[in-house]
């Protein structure tokens, strides 16, 4: 029976999965092997959750964009492979529980592991402790197996040996969620948009009612305002009376004075 795996449900319990692997070295002449292909496969899958976690807090990506770009973008999962994002990134638990297991074994397992750089590997990773898996998609490339198991990995999913995922199934569905997605996205942009502009609407209403109710004010001062000359002025003058006689300012408006023609003047 292929060995279940799972990953870790409380991240306080092991903070960094160094410490864990520190205890599958010091141990692992007490693990049988079925323990030691379940603990590989469960490993292995924490680490491509945590690297998935590390890159979308430094990145600032959301789950739309990680989505976009691996359904998008050939051969996009690898880095979360490669690159270092933290110490235990997939490509170096693979390293590690390879060389444990070797190292542990033969003379000539060792021997051979230096000589011959082949033996390695995620490919041989798979293929040894992920057979199941890998017998289901004998049709999938390993990078389509890759891309799923990173799919699988964003959605924290616990597989066990009953729930065995299938590549096309896991692509599809993780399609179907994006569209989802998108879909709410932009559902979500038309409500918003509806609502400002139902208040953009009561804001209109509202200015029209100011507008009307001070028609009297406002019509006679939608224009622009007269300007006058220094013999306008003084002309107007005459029948000013002295304490409210007219001032012109630099810029030919009255100080103190309306200024509109059909409002009246004093």
Request: hydrophobic share 35%; with cysteine.
């Amino acid at each position: 029976m292929n060995a279940p795996y799972e990953t870790i449900p409380n991240r306080q319990i092991v903070p960094n999965l160094l410490m864990l692997l520190g205890v599958i070295g010091y141990n692992y002449q007490n693990i049988s092997d079925e323990n030691y292909k379940r603990i590989c496969r469960s490993i292995f899958m924490e680490s491509i959750c945590r690297t998935i976690e590390h890159f979308i807090k430094t990145t600032k990506f959301d789950k739309i964009k990680l989505l976009k770009k691996i359904l998008t973008q050939e051969n996009y999962t690898n880095i979360f492979f490669k690159n270092r994002f933290m110490s235990t990134t997939p490509f170096a638990i693979v390293a590690y529980l390879e060389t444990l297991q070797k190292i542990n074994s033969s003379n000539e397992e060792i021997l051979d592991m230096f000589v011959n750089n082949n033996n390695i590997s995620v490919t041989i990773f798979f293929k040894k402790y992920f057979d199941d898996i890998m017998k289901v998609n004998s049709n999938k490339q390993l990078v389509d197996i890759q891309k799923a198991s990173v799919l699988v990995s964003i959605n924290k999913l616990n597989l066990t040996d009953e729930l065995i995922f299938n590549v096309d199934d896991v692509i599809a569905k993780s399609n179907e969620e994006l569209t989802n997605m998108e879909k709410e996205i932009i559902k979500i942009k038309e409500c918003k948009k509806l609502k400002l502009d139902k208040k953009q609407n009561r804001a209109y209403v509202r200015i029209e009612k100011f507008l009307k109710d001070n028609a009297s004010c406002i019509n006679p001062h939608s224009n622009m305002p007269k300007t006058f000359s220094k013999e306008e002025v003084r002309k107007l003058n005459r029948n000013q009376d002295p304490d409210n006689l007219l001032e012109l300012m630099p810029n030919k408006l009255l100080r103190h004075h309306c200024c509109y023609e059909d409002v009246q003047i004093i």
